[in-house]
């Protein structure tokens, strides 16, 4: 459904029971940084955001194709996510020079509560837990939960 809205991308097979929407050429991901653009990240991803935009300008302006573009893209990859693998490290050693400062995240709330909806739609779960219990009268433990999952930078 949100490759139909947006129009772009292709669904991909990740792993064995999973899937995974991607949108790779630069045509298409205009499309990606117009709807972000108009509608604004309001967690931790804000700043990877941020840094993606930079790096999708220098290759749309085909800056990427010297030296110093390669460096820059290089750079913000080190700041974005989980940063360089071992081998862009081996192969830039000098990475640290390039390296961007991450833009910072401050949290300023939440502007509509359908927000909540949309986020939960992709990281939320209800689910039901049923464990032993040594006070239960049937020895067992029933607990209804509802959470969201995510990493320690969007407590």
Known sequence: KIQSFLGVGKIHKHGKNSVQYRVESIKDLQVIVDHFDKYSLISAKAPDYILFKKAFNIIKLQEHLTQEGLLKLIGIKASLNLGLTPGLKEAFPDWKK??????????KGIPDPNWIAGFSSGDGSFNIKISSSTTSKLGSRVQLRFSIGLNIREK
């Open 98 to 107: 390039v390296q961007f400062n991450r833009p910072e995240f401050i949290f």
